[in-house]
C-alpha cells in the first residue's frame, strides 16, 4: 500500500515568493492533515480537514498560508510571500476517522522549505 | 505550551543500554501517542497509550499512563543504534480532535 506522498521535498526561496505544496494521503483516509515543524521541534498543526471540509484552520495564518482539499483526495498547501520565519518542514498526515478518538496519522516525509 | 510536552533535551547512550522518556501533559486527554521521527523522515506511530490503560507494550517498548498526574513515559530496552531518532508524545482532547504534539526527545544511540 503507497504511503502519504508530499512534493516538492525541498523548496529554497527568497524573501516574499510563493510556494505550493502538494500531498496524496493514503487511499480510503477521509482525514488530512498539514503540520509545520521548524527545526528542533514537534509538528504544530496548521489545519486539517475531513473529507473537503476544514474542520480546524484556526493556526492557519491566513493573510498568507492557505490549504484546500477541493475533492477530498488531494491537498495543496500554500504559502504566499514566504518570511524567513516560515523556514520549516511541511508535513502532510492522513488516517481515518471513525468517530471515536483521533487513530494513528500516517505522515509523509514532508517538504523542506529554506526562507533566505 | 498548553498540551503535551517534553523538555526538549538529547539523550546519548551506548548500545545496549536502557532508556527512559518522559511527557507532561497540562489537559485531559483520551490517548497518548508516541511517534518516532528518524533523519529525513517522517514521524511515525510506535506505541498507542489509552487512557483507560496503564500500560502498554510491544516488543522492547514500553509505554506507561498516569492520568492523574497528567504524564507518560516512553522505555525502550536493549537499546539499537537503529533506536537513533527523535521521539515525541502526542496528546488529544476530545474536545479538539487533533493531536498535539510535544517537543521531542533526541535519542542517540552509539553502537
Known amino acids: 500500500e503507497a504511503g502519504v506522498t508530499q512534493s516538492p521535498r525541498y523548496a529554497v526561496l527568497q524573501e516574499g515568493q510563493a510556494v505550493s505544496f502538494w500531498c496524496d494521503p493514503i487511499s480510503g483516509h477521509d482525514t488530512l492533515y498539514w503540520y509545520q515543524q521548524p527545526r528542533d521541534q514537534g509538528p504544530q498543526l496548521l489545519v486539517y480537514?475531513?473529507?473537503?471540509?476544514?474542520?480546524?484552520n484556526s493556526q492557519l495564518p491566513s493573510d498568507r498560508f492557505s490549504a484546500v482539499r477541493p475533492k477530498g483526495t488531494n491537498s495543496t498547501l500554500k504559502i504566499q510571500s514566504a518570511k524567513q520565519g516560515d523556514t520549516a518542514t511541511y508535513l502532510c498526515?492522513?488516517?481515518?476517522?471513525?468517530?471515536?478518538?483521533?487513530?494513528?496519522?500516517?505522515f509523509g516525509e514532508g517538504s523542506k522549505l529554506t526562507v533566505l | 505550551s498548553q498540551w503535551g510536552e517534553e523538555n526538549l533535551q538529547a539523550l546519548s547512550i551506548q548500545e545496549g543500554e536502557d532508556v527512559t522518556m518522559n511527557c507532561s501533559y497540562k489537559?485531559?486527554?483520551?490517548?497518548v501517542q508516541w511517534y518516532r521521527q528518524k533523519s529525513g523522515k517522517g514521524p511515525a506511530l510506535i506505541i498507542l497509550?489509552?487512557?483507560?490503560?496503564r500500560e502498554k507494550r510491544s516488543g522492547r517498548l514500553r509505554a506507561t499512563l498516569d492520568t492523574s498526574s497528567q504524564s507518560s513515559s516512553l522505555s525502550i530496552t536493549g537499546t539499537l543504534a537503529t533506536d537513533t531518532a527523535v521521539y515525541f508524545c502526542?496528546?488529544?482532547?476530545?474536545?479538539?480532535?487533533?493531536?498535539?504534539f510535544g517537543a521531542g526527545t533526541q535519542l542517540i544511540v552509539i553502537p
Open positions: 489537559t485531559y486527554t483520551t490517548v
Open positions: 498526515a492522513s488516517s481515518f476517522y471513525w468517530g471515536g478518538n483521533t487513530g494513528q496519522l500516517y
Open positions: 497509550i489509552r487512557s483507560n490503560e
Open positions: 480537514f475531513r473529507d473537503e471540509a476544514v474542520i480546524d
Open positions: 502526542a496528546t488529544e482532547s476530545s474536545a479538539l480532535g487533533r493531536l498535539h
